[in-house]
């Protein structure tokens, strides 16, 4: 069964930093491309970060880049997203996606992360 | 970045009802429009990818239709597993990759 199941969320402190992570099974992880999209509490879908298979391309929303950096080890089907300066308007479920050519075909079930003092 | 407007934001209708949701593109797009299922507590779900290729075992009560900037979801006969929220995506550009806002479709 194709399966992405993410992991990390939590309560943290505005300002605060957190590292999610999604386990990828039941298909060649490293042959696809990979995203986080986010969905605050009662609104719609954002999408956050984009990573090719091979690594080298790259992508961020205008409201992640600077602070949160997408990293996958191949090796161990994970895809990570590591946020720092989280504010309170990154509370949100985290999905992780895979796409194949700009849609999102598979979706793991999400982590909440809440960012409040 | 271009902008995608779903209408209405939300619709009641019944069992059995035909149901369009519309959506529009802020500039061409082409065919690169995706539509995804929501229900409560669950991540999204693809239904439609490149306008109107159903995903596998998606229902065929569900098509896509549409070019350019205007897009349309039609749920030929409603059932009660169809009442959820929906959502379109370009997939033209990148980055960013953008959803419409949704469309809550709710039981009459």
């Known amino acids: 069964e194709v399966q992405l199941v993410e992991s990390g969320g939590n309560l943290v402190q505005p300002g605060g930093s957190l590292r999610l992570s999604c386990a990828a099974s039941?298909?060649?992880?490293?042959?696809?491309?990979m995203n986080w999209v986010r969905q605050a509490p009662g609104k719609g879908l954002e999408w956050i970060s984009y990573?090719?298979?091979?690594?080298?391309?790259?992508y961020y929303a205008d409201s992640a880049k600077g602070r949160f950096t997408i990293s996958r080890d191949n090796a161990k089907n994970s895809l990570f997203l590591q946020m720092n300066s989280l504010r309170a308007e990154d509370t949100a479920v985290y999905y992780c996606?895979?796409?194949?050519?700009?849609?999102?075909?598979?979706w793991g079930r999400g982590t909440l992360v809440t960012v409040s003092s | 970045d271009i902008q995608m407007t779903q209408s209405p934001s939300s619709l009641s209708a019944s069992v059995g009802d035909r149901v369009i949701i519309t959506c529009r593109a802020s500039?061409?797009?082409?065919?690169?429009l995706n539509w995804y299922q929501q229900k409560p507590g669950k991540a999204p779900k693809l239904l439609i990818h490149?306008?109107?290729t159903l995903q596998s075992g998606v229902p065929s009560r569900f098509y896509g239709r549409g070019s350019g900037t205007d897009f349309t979801l039609t749920i030929s006969s409603l059932q009660p597993e169809d009442f959820a929220t929906y959502y379109c995506?370009?997939?033209?550009?990148?980055?960013?990759?953008?959803f419409g806002q949704g469309t809550h479709l709710e039981l009459k």
């Open positions: 490149g306008v109107s």
């Open positions: 996606a895979r796409s194949v050519q700009w849609y999102f075909d598979v």
């Open positions: 039941g298909f060649t992880f490293s042959i696809y491309s």
């Open positions: 995506q370009q997939s033209f550009s990148a980055p960013p990759l953008t």
């Open positions: 990573m090719t298979s091979d690594t080298k391309t790259i």
């Open positions: 500039q061409s797009i082409s065919t690169s």
